[in-house]
């Protein structure tokens, strides 16, 4: 009888939100080992993960592509996520943030392409506005530094590094309905003297689409463990890591059935929206701009590159969906 081998995927930004719900999948996913890649192995976070069966947690920064090189050894699958938001929150401008992430991003993709045992890269990224818009809805200056620095990572893989471009998948990730409980930006909350009434604030109208990513706990391990068993025919393809598309209305009504608190969505400006929040105000007031412009993760012109949940043989019962993820957010107190 032969024995199997074990494959390991390293994960990076394990402690995080996509990186946690890759590691929540992974380690149970038999002939699969996660190797959780973080900055801080002394970090509470990291301590919890190291007890986890079939996890093993090892540090390494984006910053040092050598330490990166250290961590990828003997790996077959990389997931690769970086963190724009982190560094704006640092007191970083909104480019600065970008190329920050552009630089991560490709120390990232060069440490994994100096992997020999490295059977498949699996990319967290985001559509580009200059891509995706004409020069006329652009007007020549109109941008999204969060999405548009990520998605030069996606070109420079392409372009730079041809063989690791062969073994990629692009993750589309949408909405975090996980925003509504920790995001400060996008909570609902109570007006005074209003008996309860909550109020969302959103540079944005309140009837506009947006794609949902769903429980991140849990919905980025399905699509990664999918990606892997597929294969072949998931690389040099994009996916959207959703299964619905909603407006902020749709959400706000859901959001009031679940916890019995009255929300309406209220429609600001991006000049009132960053005198309130600052950068991170006009960011995410940029973003939706751009998706009330076009459908940033539509596949209008690009049903070729895509690969689709179906494709990826996803149950659709397994994936937790907006509604799901808010009740069970409500469930653990958050609202």
Known sequence: MTVSKIKIIAVTGATGAQGGGVVNIMKKTAGWK??????????????????????????????DETSLRAAFEGVSAIFAVTNWW?????????????????????NLARAAASIPTLEHYLWSTQPSSKLRLTEEQRKGR???????????????????????????TYL?????????????????FELPGAYG???QLI?????AKILLAGDLSVNPGIWVRQILKTGKPAMGKYTNVALERWSFAQMAEKWTEITGKRCVVMQVSEEDWTNIWGPAGRELSWQFKFGEMVDPWGLDGR??????????GIEEGEVVGFEGTIRGLQKAGFF
């Open 197 to 199: 009434q909550h109020v």
């Open 203 to 207: 540079a944005s109208s309140p009837e």
């Open 86 to 106: 982190e560094a704006l929150f640092q007191q970083k401008t909104q480019h600065e943030a970008g190329e920050i992430e552009e630089r991560h991003g490709m």
């Open 142 to 168: 109109f941008e999204v530094p969060h999405m548009d620095y990520k998605a030069k990572v996606d070109e420079r893989i392409r372009q730079e590094l041809p063989d690791l471009a062969a073994k990629t």
């Open 172 to 188: 589309y990730f949408g909405y975090y309905p996980q925003n509504m409980a920790f995001f400060p930006l996008l909570k609902p």
């Open 303 to 312: 049903e070729g590159e895509f690969v689709s949940w179906k494709e990826l």
């Open 34 to 63: 996660v190797r959780a890649i973080t900055r801080n192995t002394d970090s509470d976070a990291a301590k919890k993960l190291a007890q986890e069966e079939n996890v093993e947690v090892v540090k390494a920064d984006f910053d």
